[in-house]
């Protein structure tokens, strides 16, 4: 009777890509092992500190000597901290001295010397074997040293295949930081603070970018903050970018003839913050420079929606912040696909979403995200119901259930399992079965204007809990019509049978889930 191995190459690889067991599944034999081994070690985290010493520096040494297959596999290199004088368990901090914080460690001994010394020899070596590399992820850190920011800005410069790279910054300096020579991205990522970076000659470099991401810490208009113009300043005006992708958060934003050719293919926007001078805390702390720089650079977020339905961009996923200047967007839009709702926290405006707007997207609408800041018309309940269901291409949807319902209260006869199973029973008469249902909890209103956060964190540790338990018991679940996937923040939960001989379905976790290690979390 054939066997595993007489299958061709392909169908291995492919049971491999579906096993969470594929490590265990590679060393079975080396036939396996040759065609698992690319899915196995294409991803590489370098994550060096005090307490993975002699881990990291075995790791950067059998890199650098070349005693491992895993350089010619590594197609994606996640950096994380590089300081091997850094323990995360032990005290140490900032201190606030002479004006101004500064980094303090605690006393180390002679293997954290050594470990510097090895990992200066080491980790430029055996970086430069990674030749493959097509995606950079790097959390940067200023407790990491000068030169080993330098080693790791002299990789970046020098792949041959860099394609995307992703950068989480601190509001803080990063000595040695040289970003100026890296070139040819398609994916450019930035979260956090932007001014230690050459953003807009890497974007100059880089005529086949197609998505860019910007998230930044500004609020309102300050001389620091980033302006779409000054993003793509370097850019060629003969040679627009064309762009697929664009996330923008606390940048000044303006659509005219110098922004707007980047824009003529976009197909996924993001725009969670745009800085604009009304938003600024303090208005009698405005310059003649920043007043300037708004009245140039800036546009309101109505200016901004008007400038976009004016365009008509072909637009078919979007995320933003609720507001009426979206909803007037999404009024007069065609063939959005994807659509993504953040801080959902007005009455009025749910009341013209579920009534208005969302009626008119059901036709095309393949995936919808509402994120309910507060209890309210946001969240699930037979007033969307309705509208829900007319969506007749929905294969994802992520709502929020009224925190007032998962509280027993026999006052008004409430029954938290009637508030799941009628969404899930929703979910199964939608016309298509659903790929994939997240379902969380809205916050409490008492706890709008809470001081602290206990009270809101212990509601959210209840409402994991009781939702998931909730899902764990609903029954009978059809495994034809249901949804094949459900996710409670950091809950997991599949259609398994009850036995193997049973015709019974229940949602049960995936035990493995929380801890995997998935890039998409990190930033």
């Given amino acids: 009777m054939p066997g595993l191995l007489s299958l061709a190459n392909e169908l291995i690889s492919q049971i491999g890509s579906e096993l969470d067991t594929r490590k265990a599944f590679r060393g079975t034999c080396k036939q396996v092992d040759h065609v698992i081994a690319p899915q196995v070690l294409s991803y590489l985290v370098i994550n060096i500190n005090e307490e993975r010493i002699h881990l990291s520096i075995s790791q950067l040494e059998a890199l650098a000597v070349r005693s491992t297959r895993a350089a010619e596999y590594v197609q994606t290199v996640d950096i994380r901290l590089l300081a091997p004088n850094y323990n995360p368990r032990s005290p140490g901090g900032y201190v606030f001295s002479n004006g101004e914080w500064v980094l303090q460690e605690g006393p180390k001994g002679p293997e954290v010397a050594w470990a510097h010394e090895k990992m200066r020899e080491l980790l430029l070596p055996a970086l430069s074997t990674l030749t493959g590399t097509a995606t950079v992820n790097w959390k940067m850190s200023d407790r990491n040293p000068a030169w080993a920011t330098i080693a790791v800005s002299e990789f970046l410069a020098n792949l041959p295949v860099l394609r995307t790279l992703r950068l989480k910054t601190k509001e803080s300096g990063m000595p040695g930081l040289q970003l100026h020579r890296v070139s040819n991205l398609t994916e450019f990522v930035v979260d956090g603070y932007h001014g230690i970076l050459p953003i807009s000659e890497i974007i100059g470099n880089s005529p086949d970018l197609t998505h860019l991401n910007i998230q930044t810490f500004s609020y309102g208009v300050e001389a620091h903050t980033p302006t779409l113009h000054g993003l793509l300043s370097m850019v060629p005006r003969d040679r627009p970018l064309r762009l ?225 338990s909730l899902v764990e018991s609903f029954g009978p679940v059809n495994p034809a019509i249901h949804p094949q996937t459900i996710l409670i923040r950091r809950n997991r939960f599949h259609l398994r049978r009850c036995d193997a001989d049973s015709s019974v379905w229940r949602y049960v976790k995936d035990k493995s889930y929380f801890n995997r290690n998935k890039f998409e979390d990190y930033l």
Wanted: with cysteine.
């Fill in 244 to 468: 697929r992708y664009l996330g923008i958060k606390g940048c000044c934003v303006r659509l005219d003839q110098e922004t707007l050719p980047h824009l003529s293919v976009l197909k996924s926007l993001d725009l969670r913050g745009i800085a604009h001078l009304a938003d600024n805390r303090v208005s009698a702390e405005i310059t003649e420079e920043v007043r300037a720089k708004a009245e140039r650079f800036s546009s309101s977020p109505t200016e901004v929606w008007e400038a976009l339905e004016r365009a008509s961009l072909p637009i078919q996923d979007i995320t933003t912040t609720v507001s009426e200047d979206i909803l007037g967007y999404l009024g007069s839009a065609n063939g959005v696909e994807k659509l993504t709702l953040l801080y959902a926290d007005s009455d009025p405006l749910a009341h013209n979403f579920f009534t208005r707007v969302l009626p008119r997207l059901s036709p095309t609408l393949t995936s919808l995200h509402i994120s309910a800041a507060f209890e309210g018309l946001w969240c699930f309940g037979e007033h969307n119901k309705d509208a829900l269901l007319a969506c007749a291409r929905l294969r994802t949807l992520s709502i929020a259930i009224d925190p007032t319902k998962l509280y027993e209260n026999d006052d008004i006869k409430m029954i938290p399992e009637q508030t799941v199973a009628d969404l899930l029973k929703m979910t199964a008469e939608l016309p298509q079965r659903l790929s994939r249902l997240r379902i969380f909890s809205a916050g409490l209103e008492i706890l709008r204007d809470a001081f602290c956060g206990n009270s809101a964190l212990s509601h959210e540790e209840f409402s994991i809990n009781k939702l998931s």
